[in-house]
């Protein structure tokens, strides 16, 4: 069975710019969900996206979005890049009730 | 408070030794719990679920859950220097998985 598959590996953008992240969970998975990890904050929950709906939502601001397509896959958006948004971008997919996440190889942004 | 608290290390054991990681937790009703590995650059892996009271135990893997404390363990028998990674404990509240920062682990020959 495949893992969950993030796009792209690496990104270099410029502040101001927006971003899109792909992400495509394990087959059979429906719930999707987005993380940020950085040196200094750890994992950051960004949102999860459950059928096409948004489930959670963490405290990030909104620039930060996402959704989810009838497929499961999800996209999260950036939009106004700014410096701080510098990190690790992982997905993850979980199964239904208190399964386990599991992780994508995630995305690096990096804005200069 | 933080929600899921760890120390952040680094933890140095020689190898073969008993390497023992903790974790608290501050919601009560939380009733899932996991253990993720992160090599430097890498996603995290998971390692390890427990859901009650006690010990489960996994190859050199054993994770210890006590909900009254709400404190969750991780220990690694027969450390080798492939152990070297950061440990991450993820707590399951009430609607979403919560993260510690995670602890640094250093096994050295």
């Known amino acids: 069975k495949a893992g969950v598959t993030q796009t792209p590996r690496y990104l270099i953008k410029t502040r101001g710019q927006q971003v899109t992240l792909s992400c495509s969970p394990i087959?059979?998975?429906?719930?999707v969900s987005w993380y940020q990890q950085t040196p200094g904050q750890g994992l950051q929950f960004l949102f999860e996206y459950f059928s096409e709906t948004q489930r959670n939502k963490g405290n990030f601001p909104g620039r930060f979005s996402g959704r989810q397509f009838s497929n499961s896959r999800s996209e999260m958006n950036v939009s106004t890049l700014e410096l701080g948004d510098s990190a690790l971008y992982l997905c993850a997919s979980s199964g239904t009730g208190n399964s386990p996440l599991h992780f994508g190889n995630g995305t690096r942004l990096t804005v200069t | 408070q933080k929600e899921v608290e760890q120390n952040s290390g680094p933890l140095s054991v020689p190898e073969g030794a008993i390497a023992s990681l903790n974790c608290t937790y501050s919601d009560r009703g939380s009733q899932s719990f996991f253990w993720y590995r992160q090599y430097s650059g890498k996603s995290p892996e998971l390692i390890m679920s427990?859901?009650?009271?006690g010990d489960k135990e996994d190859g050199r893997f054993t994770a210890q859950l006590n909900k009254a404390s709400q404190y969750v363990s991780l220990l690694i028998r027969d450390s080798q220097p492939s152990d070297s990674a950061t440990y991450l404990c993820a707590v399951l509240g009430t609607d979403k998985l919560i993260f510690g920062t995670g602890t640094r682990l250093q096994v050295f020959p």
């Open positions: 087959s059979g998975h429906r719930s």
């Open positions: 427990i859901y009650s009271n």
